[in-house]
Structures are given as C-alpha cells and as structure tokens.
C-alpha cells in the first residue's frame, strides 16, 4: 500500500536509490549552495522544481518509469524540498555560528539563537 502511495517501481530500493540518495543528496547541495552564497531560502524554491523534474528523468530513463506523472512528480519534488531545506538550514546555522560568533552560538544542527 505505502509502495503505490511513493514510488511506482517494482522495489523499494529504486525509490531510495533514486529519489533519496541522488535526488536528496543533491537537493542537500543545493541547499548548501544556496546558505554559503548568502541567497533568500525562497530561492531554493525554483531549484527544487527542476531536481524533481530531473530524478522523475532518472526513474523514467533507467526503470521505465512514467516520465509524465503530476502524482510522482510532486512526491519527488516535496523530497527534494525538504531535503534542499535541511542542507539549508545547517549551512546557515554553521555560517552565522562561525562568521558572527561574538553574537550568536549554535543551539543544534539547524538552529542558533543570540549570545
């Protein structure tokens, strides 16, 4: 059941591979990318969209995936998303931790508050 509902392949194991390990690796750098360039988290927003169409790419030309599916597309893309939003986040919490170290100190791996 939870297979229909994320992935249309035959295993679990395409869907990680694809949509986690490449999408989401990638979608961590461009987060990264995104913090250490000092650009609006919004942005990621455009990003995200074009690795989503890009890992729909990938199952369509190596499993025989659809190409065209809105339903998959999205669950690929909301991947992408939340994994470009942590890749993010770290970065940013590293970089206002480290560059502004006389005003704010690290609180966890995504966050940072005020000496």
Request: hydrophobic share 50%.
């Amino acid at each position: 059941m939870i297979r229909n509902f994320l992935f249309e392949e035959h295993s679990i194991g395409v869907f990680v591979l694809v949509t986690l390990i490449l999408g989401g690796g990638a979608a961590w750098l461009t987060g990264r990318a995104i913090a250490l360039t000092w650009r609006p988290w919004w942005q990621m927003i455009g990003y995200t969209l074009l690795l989503g169409l890009t890992v729909r790419f990938i199952h369509f030309a190596l499993f025989q995936a659809t190409f065209l599916s809105l339903y998959y597309y999205l669950i690929d893309t909301a991947f992408c998303f939340v994994f470009g939003s942590l890749g993010y986040a770290a970065t940013r919490a590293s970089q206002m931790a480290t560059q502004y170290h006389w005003l704010h100190r690290r609180t966890g791996p995504f966050s940072w508050s005020r000496r």
